[in-house]
């Protein structure tokens, strides 16, 4: 099914009604400040295996997830005063920080290096859906791996509809990635280069 929602006014009914299907074990494509992205809750095993079959994506690359805010944030990855800054500085907003994971995090979502990629997105359907949902949301691009996104909800309806329990139409998306930045051992390293500005990596803030 597609659900539409406003992006700008949320209503509590619709917001509840994705949750209750992600609390029933469900997997949705939903937006985010950058493309959309395919979920269910983090602790959802079968929702995280059924998403890697979609995806066709190699179990050994793991998903990030989406977060409500940094407090949350500090419950799954190891958050130092230093990323500290940085996050708060530039989230919500367009980026994927990779930190080091928390004891917390399930196997299936954090890399051999025990590292995680956590996002706080700019979009209010999204945050609204993780603040009611009470867990983290399991984040990657709506798409094949190595395909391209589609930027309307309903193209992505028709291409991969089947294959969720829902859509949620949210608008025409930005169409391109977030920025990966990894904060891990308080170094900064931009592993992939997206929507969100890295100019201010090269000025040291």
Known sequence: MILSINPDNPHGRHINQVVDCLRQGGVI????????GIGCDIFNKKGVKKIFQIKQRDSRKPFSFICSDLAEVSNYAQVSNFAFKIMKRH??????????ATKIVPDSLSTKQKTVGVRI??????????????????TTSANIS???????PQEIHDL?????????????????????????DDEI?????????????????
Not at 164 to 181: F, K, N, P, Y
């Open 29 to 36: 494509i939903y937006p985010t400040d950058t493309t959309y």
């Open 121 to 138: 997105p700019e979009n209010k359907i999204c945050q609204e859906i993780v603040r009611e949902l009470g867990h983290p949301l399991v």
């Open 91 to 100: 989230l919500p907003g367009p980026y994927t920080f990779v930190l080091e």
């Open 189 to 205: 390293e931009v592993l992939r280069e997206g929507s969100g500005d890295i100019s201010w990596i090269e000025q040291g803030s």
């Open 146 to 152: 190595g395909e391209e996104t589609p930027q309307d």
């Open 160 to 184: 991969m509809g089947r294959m969720v329990d829902m859509v949620v139409d949210g608008g025409i998306s930005l169409g391109e990635a977030s920025s990966v930045i990894s904060l891990v």
